[in-house]
């Protein structure tokens, strides 16, 4: 079966340093990746998403990038973190294939002090 | 582009009864997929339910169904016999048929805080 890690599950980071949080995916091959992040009281707001190794899109500009070294890893990242990067931050994954839902990661509680 | 529209911020419901979750969509497809995700406190997202556009009848699973209409591009989901458990946050989401790359994005509303009250 399926299944999708993401870690750290809470991090608290000063402003100006940089961040690495990091997804991987075990049991299928050639997801669909997606990092979305959700502020208090808001929805999620999709980030990134990749479709294949060394594919991102960027849904909105941002202090943020991503990268998709391997097949089955998506990695979030940002060289200085801003007040305004603080929020709760999900992976998911989803097959590539039409009739399909995106599956969670258990999300990064990231605090910028 | 797609938007997603959950109107009611919060809600609550007796335990045992009926509610309804309300979301309301805009696109422009003919083909696409809605989803109810929940997220508990612990702030997993787990799928409730899934409908596909192209089907007319509603999707049920137990003690959650949706109503679809396609035409008000309206999909609410409702919650019978509601138990302690079903406390969470809601939420719809819309996602594209896949016939274009990369446009299997989800889009999702801002949630629906549901309490249950005993």
């Known amino acids: 079966s399926q299944t999708i890690h993401q870690w750290p599950a809470t991090l608290v980071q000063p402003v100006g340093s940089p961040l690495s949080l990091e997804c991987t995916v075990e049991g299928t091959s050639n997801p669909n990746l997606y990092w979305y992040r959700q502020a208090a009281g808001r929805g999620l707001q999709l980030l990134f998403y990749s479709v294949g190794i060394g594919q991102i899109s960027s849904e909105v500009p941002q202090n943020l990038s991503a990268s998709r070294p391997q097949d089955r890893q998506f990695i979030l990242s940002s060289k200085k973190l801003l007040l305004s990067d603080s929020g709760f931050y999900l992976c998911?994954?989803?097959?590539?294939?039409?009739?399909?839902?995106?599956?969670f990661g258990q999300g990064t509680r990231l605090t910028v002090v | 582009a797609q938007t997603v529209t959950q109107s009611q911020p919060e809600m609550s419901v007796q335990e045992a009864e009926t509610v309804t979750l309300s979301c309301t969509y805009d696109?422009?497809?003919?083909?696409?997929?809605l989803f109810w995700y929940k997220q508990p406190p612990s702030r997993q997202m787990i799928l409730v339910i899934r409908?596909?556009?192209?089907?007319?009848q509603n999707a049920t699973e137990n003690r959650f169904s949706v109503n679809f209409q396609k035409a008000a591009k309206s999909f609410s989901l409702k919650i019978s016999d509601s138990q302690l458990g079903d406390a969470a946050m809601y939420f719809c989401?819309?996602?594209?048929?896949?016939?274009?790359?990369?446009?299997?994005?989800?889009?999702f509303g801002t949630g629906t805080r549901l309490t249950i009250i005993p």
């Open positions: 409908q596909e556009a192209y089907k007319q």
């Open positions: 989401a819309y996602r594209p048929w896949r016939s274009n790359f990369g446009n299997e994005k989800l889009t």
């Open positions: 696109t422009s497809e003919s083909d696409y997929y």
């Open positions: 998911a994954w989803s097959v590539n294939r039409e009739n399909t839902e995106a599956f």
